[in-house]
């Protein structure tokens, strides 16, 4: 099918309220359900679903590339994704709104790091023929190690809790705004972070 255009401009990119298209619990259940008549290939439903998610999901993939041009070309992948994987969403895992968030997150930072990768190819010819500091090495490594440890410690929280917190400290956004973004009250949002957050302490070993 043909994909859907941008995101329009009369829609804040980041804005976190739920007020167009969703509003409080009964508009998350409308979305969950979009995304089950998405799966079935329900070509309105998926027209819907764009609709009230686009400035949100644009917004965030904003935020990681801080790059328009290419926020809109992943944005555009980011609901093809959601045109052909609608049947993986499971509603007993987190929330509609979540599980397509968590989708854009990722594939902007996908995007980020294969810009990176294609720099680090151009650039690879200088980098070979400079005498290679052994610190900066040393150090590269460790960030390299740190990182993985800190992807596997999120993968060991809940669905839950991984979007709340990749959200706040990932994405960048503030209590309030995750609150927004995942439809839930702030002190709910809050809750998930902290729990997130100490889970993720937990898994790292790290002392308070």
Do not use: C
């Not at 980041?14 to 619990?25: F, I, K, L």
Request: charged residues 25%.
């Amino acid at each position: 099918m043909d994909l859907v255009p941008p995101p329009r401009e009369q829609d804040p990119p980041d804005a976190p309220t739920g007020a167009r298209g969703e509003s409080g619990r009964g508009g998350g259940d409308q979305l969950a359900h979009r995304l089950k008549q998405v799966a079935k290939g329900d070509e309105a439903a998926f027209a819907a679903v764009y609709d009230e998610t686009a400035p949100r999901l644009h917004g965030l993939v904003l935020r990681v590339l801080r790059n328009p041009a290419q926020s809109e070309e992943v944005t555009q992948e980011v609901f093809l994704e959601v045109w052909r994987r609608a049947s993986h969403f499971d509603p007993q895992r987190g929330s509609a709104i979540g599980w397509l968030l968590t989708m854009a997150h990722r594939r902007a930072v996908d995007r980020v790091r294969s810009s990176q990768a294609s720099v680090v190819r151009d650039d690879g010819w200088h980098a070979r023929s400079r005498e290679v500091d052994f610190d900066t090495t040393a150090e590269h490594a460790t960030a390299r190690i740190e990182a993985a440890r800190v992807r596997t410690a999120l993968a060991g929280l809940t669905e839950v809790q991984r979007e709340a917190v990749s959200l706040a400290y990932l994405g960048g956004y503030t209590h309030t705004e995750v609150a927004g973004l995942l439809d839930l009250p702030l002190g709910t949002a809050k809750t998930r972070i902290r729990d997130g957050l100490i889970r993720l302490r937990d898994q790292l070993g790290v002392t308070p």
